[in-house]
């Protein structure tokens, strides 16, 4: 597992590089949360962000107006691995961890547990996980709701979007 900061101004690079090592141009995105809540918020708007910033098309599915949540999860993904058979399957999602975690990337190989932070029992899913911490542990701070939060979130979207873009961007050249 990789773990960067969205606040080291090298880190950003070093995480596409990583995130294009681990990924193809046959790439599908799953990012899981709701808007409803700014620190489960952070998938929805990483997949708005693709969407809005991607120069050739991505297949995107997790927006603001189109959550991926606990609800809908297996058949969403079921529904992904039916349509994109061949290709690798990006989970992005919000994670908690200590103080000094807030604002960093995780890059993992074999997908990501979700729901792990508000102790849901879901299955794991997708083939690369890209989690970025936006909260304490604790069930009280993920559902916090302050301008701070919001900004952090903000804040690690788009990181996660411009990283995913650049190594989008370089997988298609090379093909």
Do not use: W
Not at 8 to 32: E, G, S, W
Not at 83 to 108: F, N, R, T, W
Not at 119 to 138: F, M, S, T
């Amino acid at each position: 597992m990789l773990e960067v900061n969205i606040r080291n101004p090298h880190d950003k690079q070093l995480f596409a590089d990583a995130f294009r090592q681990k990924t193809n141009a046959n790439n599908v995105y799953m990012c899981i949360g709701t808007d409803k809540v700014f620190s489960d918020s952070l998938g929805p708007r990483v997949g708005t962000l693709l969407n809005l910033q991607m120069s050739s098309p991505l297949f995107v599915y997790g927006l603001c107006d189109q959550n991926i949540t606990a609800e809908n999860l297996c058949e969403s993904y079921d529904f992904i691995r039916t349509m994109h058979p061949d290709s690798k399957i990006v989970v992005v999602d919000a994670g908690v961890g200590e103080e000094m975690q807030l604002g960093k990337v995780q890059l993992c190989d074999g997908g990501i547990l979700p729901g792990a932070a508000t102790n849901k029992n879901l299955p794991q899913i997708g083939d690369v996980g890209i989690v970025g911490i936006v909260a304490e542990r604790g069930m009280a701070d993920f559902y916090t709701l302050n301008s701070s939060k919001d900004k952090l979130v903000g804040e690690v979207a788009q990181f996660i979007a411009d990283a995913i873009l650049y190594a989008e961007k370089a997988n298609s050249a090379a093909v």
